[in-house]
């Protein structure tokens, strides 16, 4: 079972940027597609990006296409989601989750569909 723990949160002004990382426990972290999900207060969890099992394969919100990136290391078992211009519709907190992939490249991008989370991180954008 995969334990995820993610970092980087933190307190920016609009424009800037903030590098949340997410690190895994276990040895099977290249067999799972990963994504980032965000919470804001009185919101469903959204979807954010998510990586395919290899790193090749990427999705992202129409929210943060071109500002965000999505990236892992399979041999430090970390995911880290690259966050840039930020605006204050950004502030949420931010969740990493793990989906267990026995073959093929399926990425999933619903919360329900993933079988582990992280505690979260929060990130605040002020104007």
């Known amino acids: 079972q995969a334990q995820l723990v993610e970092s980087g949160g933190g307190l920016v002004q609009a424009g800037g940027s903030l590098r949340l990382s997410c690190a895994a426990s276990?040895?099977?972290?290249?067999?799972?597609?990963m994504g980032w999900f965000r919470q804001a207060p009185g919101k469903e969890r959204e979807f954010i990006a998510a990586?395919?099992?290899?790193?090749?394969?990427?999705y992202y919100a129409d929210a943060v296409t071109g500002r965000f990136t999505i990236s892992r290391d399979n041999a430090k078992n970390t995911v880290v989601l690259q966050m840039n211009s930020l605006k204050p519709e950004d502030t949420a907190v931010y969740y990493c989750a793990g989906k267990a992939i026995a073959f093929g490249d399926y990425i999933p991008r619903l919360p329900l569909s993933y079988d582990y989370w992280g505690q979260g991180t929060q990130v605040t954008v002020s104007s």
């Open positions: 990586i395919n099992r290899s790193g090749v394969r990427k």
């Open positions: 276990g040895r099977t972290f290249s067999s799972y597609a």
